[in-house]
């Protein structure tokens, strides 16, 4: 409507000046008149227990591929969701990488999750809340909580509660640094936005200070030499975008410097070790011709300038990307409940913590109890999608029959187990080229990709799997704007 | 040629491994084996001065509007181009206050001088320095310099020279703040990307916090009233961007908190006080309908979470964005040039400071000087382009005149001095409304426009100074999809 309304006059500017704006503009605080009244009567604590005749209430920990997938998945008719997460946005991992170097801009891999479950957002009695998770008391069915507030100036973290009918640990893992001194200090690791936001950063600020009349050859070859440490799929597709944002971007955009930077790849193993023999090989060859160093050896020591590997000898860095895999967090080796191999939350075919009532885990920091017979899966966004999809459909089972309040669910049938079909690994080595190993394990037979081919397959499978159209849209809009006017080097 | 080379092979996975990876691995770390002979006899101290052989130097201070328009129009077969500045890309500031609230990226208002003049990055005489300039010596040629190195852990600042044939002194002005105490230290500006990226993190944060439970009335009251202070074009677009994120976004994205949050707009004066008096009340109007409460006061102190009036009204804040305009920096202040009225660093018709040879200093940082009887012309992005598009043509007149070099330009005829033409000013007042005013100057007749009409040339007009294309396209993306999917909520 207003679309239309529009207005054009010629100006009378001559005229005596009137003070019709002095009215309008005396508008009164109204707003803050109660703030002389007194406060009321106590700080709410929490949510408290649900009512009977009210909807049960899952509470999520986390946002990630698990919890996200789902929230997405959940009926906000059966159930009143509550979130969790110190963050409000799910990551696109596979694509994080990409945005280090700007191929891709930093929001396109961040899907909010009012995006993926509306009612989230609109529901009376759905909530995101912008808090850790510090502990559980499964008796009582309440998980404790403290907000994060990094930013907010004016107020201190505070402690509140949940009750919970269902509850979901999907809180994720975190970064391994095998006990090594000096890597959470002076290494960025490659998990959330704000890391590939300092990666980038970083590696701007080096390219621009390396040209600064006033620095010495050394200090240049140091500032410019980036150092990534592990071989998996994220070290090695890192460094893939990284190489060949060189040889795209830097030599034609920082041609002074362009032969001091140096891309150094180094695992104490093998490079993608859960790949195929000859994907492997020609990742090898792809990495090595595009200019990636690739080093076999154990970091034993990180200084703020250089690290100090196994053999004694030293390698001085301007950035160092850590990306060795995960481990359980704090919180999860916290919660006394039973553990699977390698210290997860210990779950059932169901996915259940089968100890305790309600209470179900999902993602990297839950694995099958050894009393299953079945392997821990690994920590892949697959998995985590996989076994959201699943919970989701479970959870909207056990609340279609009834038992969605807390303590309801015991003689409900809850249906066929968990199964994980591996669909297949991939992971880009550089510009047009990807590797796909569609074997279920490593073991198995199946095909393998390298090349163009791959690399469509695998831009194609992750767009289809970004999970709004908006964001797939951006990407899209990324990838062509970059391949048609490079990357974005701008440091903002 | 690499678009086509893919291989596709069935996987032979069950033979065994095999070591073709080792030998490829054990790459030496040769890059480095220079670190043990002796480091280079001497650190540069910068750039000394051009020989008569060489291209002159033109140095530039600055990339804002005034000092990148001017690079891009300098002739690099002429001059060889150096730009200290501390961040190496131009803001594009018109459209910053969108980026607050998710309407366009950060990254769509961000220009790198590279782009803007490609010269820099590839000649071999011309720099870009990330850097800010700490002194001046007209005697000897010489501007002194001090390296930016926030965020690089390792590297301590350090100071370096740069001999110029040419300066020009186009590194702005800073946000006033009238020396009100607490401004600097609670208020948000909004002139750098960064400002806008702290705007938005903020604003989130405090929707997402005044949702969590334990938080009272009043807290929450507080934490949603988003206070803005100056009613000048910034301060009205920012204001009329925010309240439409309310009426749009919140409202649909933050269901239980959208009652408590508020925007107030705080002007000592009259708002948009260049403009006609008809377009303010168009404007007063417009902003008053969309929920901005305008308030006529004048701020004493700001403290953490309230501001005090001059009249002893307090109004808490949980978000307070300044814009009351500009004044000189220090920098400027410090130098031992003449000044206009105003304290800006004084100049002639021809935009050279007349007392010392070869310095030029364009935009918001020089003002005319009292004797050329000109005005100082108000501190807008119209004047500096103007006036780096006019030095940009006078510096490439004297290279071709052979007067490039130090000291050479003293017989050179410098042809016509700079007049400045105002077009009209613009400002947007919400979602599809904007002012235009095309009258020469506050006192002559002309065209006004409002509404829909205006919001469509404002639109266009920014979208044809946008400098790249490449952000021309991104611009038009981001207004799309906000238009079709809403604006961006994910804090990352």
Sequence with gaps: ?????????????????????????????????????PPPVARLSGLGPTKPDEKPRVVV????????????????????????SPRNHMVFTPLLASTCVGTLEFRSVAEPIARIQPSISSAPGSYFFLANSTGLDTESHEVHCETVTDGADTLDPWKFKISYDKLVIASGAQASTFGIHGVKEHAIFLREVHHAQEIRRKLLLNLMLSDVPG???EEKRRLLHCVVVGGGPTGVEFSGELSDFIRRDVHQRYTHVKDYIRVTLIEANEILSSFDDRLRHYAIKQLTKSGVRLVRGVVNDVKPE????SDGSEVPYGLLVWSTGVGPSPFVNSLGLPKSPGGRIGIDEWLRV??????????????????TGKPVLPALAQVAERQGKYLANLLNK????????????KDIDFGDPFEYKHLGSMATVGRFKALVDLRQSKEAKGISLAGFVSWFIWRSAYL???VSWRNRFYVAVNWLTTFVFGRDISRI
Tied chains: 1, 2.
């Design 215 to 217: 620095i010495s050859e």
């Design 61 to 84: 920990l986390g946002s990630g591929w698990a919890g996200c997938r789902l929230m997405k998945g959940l009926d906000p008719k059966l159930y009143d969701i509550v979130c969790v």
């Design 464 to 466: 289809t799997r970004v």
């Design 398 to 409: 056990i609340g279609k029959d009834g038992g969605g309040h807390a303590d309801c669910a």
């Design 354 to 371: 089968p100890t305790v009532q309600d209470v179900f885990s999902i993602g990297d920091c839950s694995g099958f109890l050894e009393s």
């Design 1 to 37: 409507m207003f679309w239309y309304r529009s207005l054009v006059k010629i100006s009378t500017a001559n005229k005596p000046k009137s003070t019709i704006t002095t009215n309008l503009l005396l508008t009164s605080l109204s707003h803050f008149s109660t703030a002389n009244q």
């Design 306 to 309: 250089k690290l100090i590997l």
